[in-house]
């Protein structure tokens, strides 16, 4: 079983920046998680939760067209902690943003798929004001 705390989340003008942090224990111990497929997703009142960026087991990334540009998703080097910096943040990037982690996959596209996920954190609330 593995347990994901996100944090990073706060209120910020549009145009400005905050990072993400989404770290990986098991049994209360700090545990890698890079084999995993991992992804940020993010959900906003009344809207369907919506997939924002992944990286497979190799490595490889995706983002939605939405963030393209201006998020990145990134590990440290332990594999310990999954990472979102959000830069250009825009008013319509408000959403509760969650971390999960899947089944090691090299596929991208399974890691796309909201079900290859079955680790999910509490959620981290991100509002951008105009």
């Known amino acids: 079983q593995v347990q994901l705390v996100e944090s990073g989340g706060g209120s910020v003008q549009a145009g400005g920046s905050l990072r993400l942090s989404c770290a990986a224990s098991?049994?209360?111990?700090?545990?890698?998680?890079?084999?995993?497929?991992l992804g940020w997703f993010r959900q906003a009142p009344g809207k369907e939760r919506e997939g924002v960026a992944n990286i497979d087991t190799g490595s490889t990334t995706y983002y939605a067209d939405f963030v393209k540009g201006r998020f990145t998703i990134s590990q440290d080097n332990a594999k310990t902690t999954l990472y979102l910096q959000m830069n250009s943040l825009k008013p319509e990037d408000t959403a509760m943003y969650y971390c999960a982690a899947g089944r090691p996959s090299y596929s991208n596209a399974y890691c796309r798929r909201a079900d290859a996920y079955n680790y999910w954190g509490q959620g981290t609330q991100v509002t951008v004001s105009s």
């Open positions: 098991r049994f209360g111990y700090t545990t890698t998680i890079g084999s995993y497929c």
